[in-house]
């Protein structure tokens, strides 16, 4: 039986074309899961702000018990997701005199207060009266394994939700 010339020998072309896709296709699959749980993390630190913007513009009174139970909510809706939340929340309101003020912020979501709440606020205090939530909350998502990508990422989301009573929420 003649043997093969190495040209026309076959046996082993395809345990080398393994070879050399599976590390691609590892790392894409890697890449794929990573994609997917960022999207998912920068979804719900959208729902969380939201949330919480909106439980704040229900109320005509807040407390500092109740916004630490909204906090505590908060981090609830992120779950799965663990650690690096922090939101704040401040109330913009159109006083007489065509000016506008930012009547308090609350920071018990352990955010820092927001410099620029005022120019947040202005476009949704169109006329004299108006009252606008300003919820901005904050996550850092941290990739366990981080030899591609950066080890972590921040979402900030800015949310606006006008209270319910037709007047400014009190902070208490």
């Not at 969380?48 to 009174?61: E, F, K, M, P, W």
């Not at 410099?115 to 998502?141: E, F, H, K, R």
Request: glycine share 8%.
């Amino acid at each position: 039986m003649a043997r093969p010339s190495f040209r026309s020998a076959s046996h082993g072309a395809v345990a080398v074309e393994f070879a050399l896709l599976l590390p691609v296709m590892v790392a894409m699959l890697f890449g794929s899961i990573s994609a997917a749980s960022l999207v998912r993390a920068s979804m719900k630190i959208w729902n969380v702000a939201q949330a919480i913007g909106d439980l704040v513009a229900q109320q005509t009174s807040l407390s500092a018990a109740q916004m630490n139970d909204f906090c505590k909510g908060g981090a609830l809706t992120l779950a799965p997701l663990s650690g690096g939340f922090t939101a704040t929340v401040a109330s913009v309101t159109y006083v007489a005199g065509g000016s506008r003020v930012v009547n308090w912020q609350d920071t018990t979501c352990g955010g820092t207060a927001m410099a620029n709440a005022l120019a947040l606020g202005t476009p949704y205090t169109p006329n004299a009266g108006d009252s606008v939530i300003v919820a901005q909350a904050t996550y850092v998502y941290s990739f366990p394994p981080s030899y591609i990508l950066p080890p972590s990422f921040t979402f900030t989301r800015t949310t606006y939700s006008r209270p319910r009573a037709g007047t400014a929420v009190v902070h208490s």
